[in-house]
């Protein structure tokens, strides 16, 4: 018996209870590291299903307007069918088709804790150069790019009694270069 553990965007956000997630730069970046060159099911039209089965997720990069992944699919003749999806009609789950080498440790998980560790990276990163964000109270928001790690901060306003730790809303632009955690 063989399984696997299925890879969905909405595995990488925050908040699950919203509808469908769509699959960002930074997601794909983390999980085509993760699955370093193994087979995958992926569907490239989500609104028509078409899938590609025993692909390879080879690299993700800027198109026109949208991000592109290419993929690699080998045929019958030994020939190599290369296509580049936009990756907002990807459809929501990746299926890697090689096992896991051990339970706990397949490319879903790999993925997700290199996102997650590129996060913190990045909003640790943030507090270097502005270490006054630590007082300010309120929520930050990570989202890893193809190229970067943007981090905003909007502020927490209720009480006016701790008016003077709302701050204002902040953006800050995280090149990848920047911080110690690499893909």
Not at 102 to 129: D, F, H, I, P
Request: aromatic share 10%; hydrophobic share 40%; glycine share 8%.
């Amino acid at each position: 018996m063989s399984t696997t553990c299925v890879i969905t965007a909405r595995d990488f956000i925050d908040n699950r209870v919203n509808g469908k997630a769509e699959w960002t730069a930074g997601m794909l970046r983390h999980v085509i590291a993760a699955l370093a060159g193994s087979p995958v099911v992926i569907t490239t039209d989500a609104q028509t299903g078409h899938s590609l089965v025993n692909a390879k997720l080879v690299g993700i990069r800027s198109g026109w307007d949208y991000p592109v992944l290419t993929i690699e699919v080998p045929m019958s003749d030994g020939e190599i069918y290369t296509t580049t999806p936009l990756i907002f009609k990807l459809g929501e789950t990746i299926t890697p088709l090689d096992p896991p080498a051990s339970a706990g440790l397949g490319a879903k998980w790999a993925a997700l804790n290199t996102y997650r560790n590129e996060k913190s990276a990045a909003l640790e990163y943030v507090k270097t150069l502005r270490p006054e964000a630590a007082e300010w109270w309120g929520s930050w928001k990570m989202k890893p790019g193809l190229y970067n790690v943007a981090v905003t901060y909007t502020p927490s306003k209720g009480n006016p009694a701790f008016a003077d730790r709302w701050h204002t809303n902040e953006f800050f632009n995280v090149p990848l270069s920047a911080l110690a955690v690499k893909v």
